[in-house]
C-alpha cells in the first residue's frame, strides 16, 4: 500500500489539488483512498473531499505525525482491511511533518500484514502569497519544503513573474535537491504529472537519523 | 537526546499554534429560496466580514477562512486566503437548484491574534452578515475550547 502525502501551508490548495489528482488516479484505474488531517475538532476539507464522492476518512483532534499516530495507524490498518486501496493520499494539518508522518504510516506494519511504501513527498507552495507568507510563517513553510521531494509552485495562472521567481529561489535555497514543478489546478495544468509521479515514483523510509539531521539543521541542536 | 528531539519537534508545532482559530457548525435558515448565486453571495459576504474584522482587530494573516454548507440541493464550499480576492466559491447546485436550509461548517484560521479574539470577531461579524440577508441561524456547536492552546501537544 503505497502512501501519498501532500503538504503545504494552508491555503496552498492541497485539498483542490488532492481531488483532481484522486480523480486522475481512479481514470488510471487505482484504488485510492483519502485521509484527511486537520488539528482541530472540524474537518471542512474532509467534508468537501467526500461531497466529491472520493473514499475519505477524516483525522481530528491532534497532529497525524505525533500525537495521533496511532490514529493514524489504526485508519491504514482499517483501510487496508476493507478496501485494500493501492494508494493512500493523505493531506495532513500544516502543522504536520513528513518524515514524522512516514513513521506514523510505518506503525500499520505491526497491526496488519501490510508493506508500506510512499510516494515521494509533495509541498505546495502558494506562488500568490509567498511574500507575506515569508514575512510571518517562514519556518513553516522552510520546513515543509525542506522535507519534499518535489515542491510544487501553484497557483501559477493567478501569481506573476516575480513572485513564482521568489518561489523557485527560497526552494532552491533550502531544498536544492528536490524537483520544481510549475503547477494550477484550477487549469489541471500539472494534475496528470503529479497523478503519475504518485502512482510510479517512491521516496526513502523514514529513517530516524535523517529526520533528527533535518531537524536540527532546522531549529540547531535545541 | 530524545527530549532534545522531541524539543524540536514541538517548536515546529508551537509555530503552528501562533495561528488563531475558531469552528463552528451553523444550522441556518432562509426565509425564502434563495438562488444559488445568493447563496455564494452569502457565503463570499459571511467569509470578507470576518476576515475583515479579524484583520483589523490584529490578525496580520489570512491562515485559511473556508465554509462548507451542506443542504438537501447539493453542496457549497467557500475559501477565503486574500482578503483583496473575495472567496473562491463552489458547489454542486444542480440548474434550478435553490437553498432554504442547510448546515454550515465554518472554519477561520488567521495569524496574529489568539483563538478568543478570532471567536470575538467572528460572532459579531457572521451575526451582521445573517441579519443583512434575513437567515436566521443557531450556533449547533462551538468549537472554541478544544481549538485552543498548545497543551494538546505537551504530553
Known amino acids: 500500500m503505497k502512501i501519498s502525502q501532500i503538504a503545504g501551508f494552508l491555503g496552498s490548495g492541497k485539498t483542490t489539488l488532492l481531488i483532481e489528482v484522486a480523480k486522475e488516479l481512479v481514470g488510471m484505474g487505482k484504488k485510492v483512498a483519502i485521509v484527511v488531517n486537520d488539528v482541530g475538532e472540524i474537518n471542512v476539507d474532509f467534508k468537501i473531499v467526500e461531497s466529491y464522492g472520493l473514499r475519505a476518512k477524516e483525522l481530528s483532534g491532534g497532529c497525524i505525525c505525533c500525537e495521533i499516530a496511532g490514529n493514524f495507524a489504526n485508519t491504514l490498518a482499517l483501510l487496508w482491511t476493507n478496501f485494500k486501496p493501492d494508494i493512500v493520499i493523505v493531506e495532513p494539518s500544516g502543522v504536520a511533518i513528513p518524515w514524522g508522518l512516514k513513521r506514523a504510516a510505518e506503525y500499520s506494519e505491526a497491526e496488519v500484514p501490510v508493506t508500506i511504501e510512499h ?50 529561489e527560497l526552494i532552491r535555497s533550502v531544498n536544492p535537491k528536490c524537483e520544481i514543478m510549475h503547477v494550477s489546478t484550477h487549469q489541471r495544468k500539472g494534475v496528470k504529472e503529479v497523478a503519475d509521479i504518485i502512482a510510479n515514483r517512491t521516496s526513502d523510509r523514514y529513517d530516524e537519523a535523517m529526520e533528527r539531521a533535518l531537524l536540527e539543521q532546522e531549529y540547531g541542536s535545541g | 537526546m530524545e527530549d532534545d528531539h522531541d524539543e524540536i519537534h514541538l517548536a515546529m508545532h508551537r509555530e503552528a ?17 434563495l438562488s444559488p448565486q445568493e447563496t455564494v453571495g452569502l ?21 485559511h477562512v473556508k465554509a462548507f454548507l451542506k443542504t438537501e ?69 462551538d468549537f472554541t475550547d478544544k481549538e485552543r492552546s498548545i497543551s494538546h501537544h505537551l504530553k
Open chain 2, 17 to 33: 499554534d501562533e495561528l488563531g482559530k475558531f469552528a463552528s457548525l451553523i444550522e441556518v435558515r432562509a426565509p425564502r429560496p
Open chain 2, 73 to 141: 440541493d447539493g453542496a457549497m464550499s467557500a475559501s477565503l486566503i486574500d482578503i483583496d480576492k473575495r472567496s473562491n466559491v463552489t458547489h454542486d447546485f444542480s440548474h434550478g437548484a435553490t437553498f432554504q436550509r442547510g448546515e454550515i461548517t465554518l472554519h477561520v484560521i488567521v495569524h496574529g491574534i489568539w483563538d478568543d479574539e478570532v471567536r470575538a470577531q467572528s460572532l459579531p461579524a457572521m451575526d451582521r452578515v445573517f441579519k443583512q440577508f434575513g437567515v436566521d441561524y443557531t450556533i449547533l456547536k
Open chain 1, 119 to 168: 510516494a515521494p513527498v509533495i509541498t505546495l507552495v502558494d506562488s500568490t502569497r509567498i511574500d507575506a507568507l515569508l514575512g510571518t510563517v517562514r519556518r513553516l513553510v522552510v520546513t515543509q519544503v525542506r522535507e519534499a521531494d518535489y515542491c510544487l509552485i501553484n497557483k501559477i495562472d493567478a501569481s506573476d513573474e516575480g513572485r513564482i521567481k521568489r518561489s523557485e
Open chain 2, 43 to 63: 457565503l463570499d459576504e459571511l467569509l470578507y466580514q470576518i476576515t475583515r474584522a479579524c484583520l483589523d482587530h490584529g490578525a496580520d494573516l489570512v491562515g
